[in-house]
């Protein structure tokens, strides 16, 4: 038991000899790191195209919150407007709904408006017009959005653009120095790597916005031409039962009567007729001659 006592004594003293040599050593000094770029430093490292890029940043929030706002269910397809059509089509009180259409402008009103001016011209006509309005307002919601589009692509070239200048202004003083250092160099490439990183701040989240509301607008465009064709979908059913019925109607009101009867109901069938037993008796004269 005796030698495992005495390890035991080596191994503590080791350890206490060992902090104390530690405490002994001074800890080396850590350079001391350099602050991060304040906002106003990057504003003024990035120059004149910064304040560019600063700009069109602004203007892709204000579209951002404006698509926000007027690309809504309620704002394209407004509640009730569907259903009122729809009550007044079963009246066929067409004017009192293209009234109601201009009271609720909007995606389905300017849709429902189209179908209701060819109502005279039957259903095919409502549905061409009901698929050609569908299309033009889709397309001006797709060139509303756009911008966004051309801010995320504009916003990245124009820090390139940005940083080729920086750097070449770096250069450029860094070959006027005597005797140059590569560190001195340093400051100027960060600071023209600047408008890079703004262009890139900028054109992600339009980019990303751009993708959002396109997909909402192909939502919210199938659902309003659905919307429209089931408002539609009574006046459909009624007016291809219509050219079914006067058929059959004629039909039965033919069926059973005389061919002399069908002859007055048809007088350009009688006057063909008769036409025909003219040309007839003139061929039969010569030959009896």
């Known amino acids: 038991m005796s030698w495992r006592r005495v390890l035991l004594g080596l191994l503590i003293g080791a350890m206490f000899a060992g902090s104390t040599l ?32 600063t700009g069109l940043s602004f203007v892709m929030v204000a579209l951002i919150v404006e698509h926000l706002i007027s690309l809504r269910q309620n704002a394209l397809i407004p509640p009730g407007l569907a259903d009122s059509i729809h009550h007044h089509l079963a009246l066929r009180h067409f004017e009192e709904a293209r009234q109601q259409c201009q009271f609720h402008p909007s995606f389905l009103a300017y849709v429902l408006a189209a179908g209701l001016r060819e109502t005279d011209l039957g ?32 916003a990245p070239m124009l820090g390139l653009l940005g940083t080729v200048w920086g750097m070449i202004l770096a250069f450029m003083e860094f070959e006027q120095k005597a005797n140059p250092q590569v560190s001195e160099l340093a400051p100027g490439i960060y600071k023209a790597l600047v408008t890079t990183l703004q262009g890139l701040c ?15 607008i192909d ?31 004629a039909a039965s009101s033919l069926r059973g009567k005389p061919a002399s009867e069908m002859q ?12 025909a037993k003219v040309v007839a008796k003139s061929e039969r004269k010569p030959d009896s001659a």
């Open 123 to 154: 259903y095919q006509s409502v549905e061409k017009a009901l698929e050609d309005a569908a299309v033009e307002q889709s397309a001006r919601l797709y060139r509303k959005i756009e911008y966004l589009s051309v801010i995320g692509t504009i």
């Open 202 to 216: 900028v054109a992600i989240p339009a980019l990303a916005a751009f993708a959002h509301f396109r997909n909402r």
């Open 22 to 53: 530690l405490a002994a050593d001074p800890a080396p000094v850590a350079p001391a790191a350099r602050k991060m770029m304040s906002l106003g430093e990057l504003f003024e490292a990035g120059g004149t195209i910064g304040y560019i890029i």
């Open 219 to 249: 939502q919210l465009v199938a659902d309003g031409a659905l919307t429209a064709e089931a408002v539609f979908a009574d006046y459909k059913r009624s007016a291809l039962s219509e050219p079914r019925t006067e058929r059959t109607k």
């Open 264 to 275: 007055l109901e048809n007088p350009g069938t009688a006057a063909v007729a008769s036409q």
